[in-house]
């Protein structure tokens, strides 16, 4: 019995190996904020460009003379910041005419983006939306 009690004291002293038990424990979450952090750039990119873009198509619309649902989809088509056409969902550009002159006429412009984030064995694909109305001259 004593003879385990020393085995077991001279193991407890031993520090050979620490830092490789150090390293195992360490390693997935170094490597999970490596992976991460650069996808999680890419998403806010996006979400960058997708609320730009549809700010922009707001803006635009308020404009005089008005323009019309192709134009304000032409001008999405030409300032798509950073965005891959074809993972453009919409856009959706709908006119609201107000019935009298409390309900003031807007313009309601709608509009997706689907990225797809991609980790070491797993890929997924996010749907972001934005959504603006702005209020237009009758």
Not at 19 to 28: C, G, K, M
Not at 36 to 56: C, K, M, N, Q
Not at 113 to 122: E, I, K, P, R, S
Request: glycine letters at 6%; proline letters at 5%; one cysteine or more.
């Amino acid at each position: 019995m004593t003879r385990f009690f020393r085995l077991l004291n001279r193991l407890a002293r031993d520090c050979r190996g620490v830092s490789v038990l150090e390293f195992a424990i360490v390693a997935p979450v170094l490597l999970a904020m490596l992976i991460g952090i650069p996808a999680l750039g890419v998403l806010f990119y996006a979400e960058a460009g997708l609320r730009s873009t549809v700010e922009d198509a707001a803006r635009y619309a308020t404009t005089w003379p008005k323009p019309g649902e192709a134009d304000i989809q032409a001008r999405i088509a030409s300032n798509r910041f950073g965005m891959n056409p074809a993972d453009i969902v919409g856009p959706t550009v709908t006119f609201t005419s107000g019935t009298s002159s409390s309900s003031p006429s807007y313009v309601t412009i709608t509009m997706g983006y689907n990225l797809a984030v991609n980790f070491l064995f797993v890929s997924k694909t996010i749907t972001l939306s934005e959504t603006r109305r702005a209020y237009v001259a009758s």
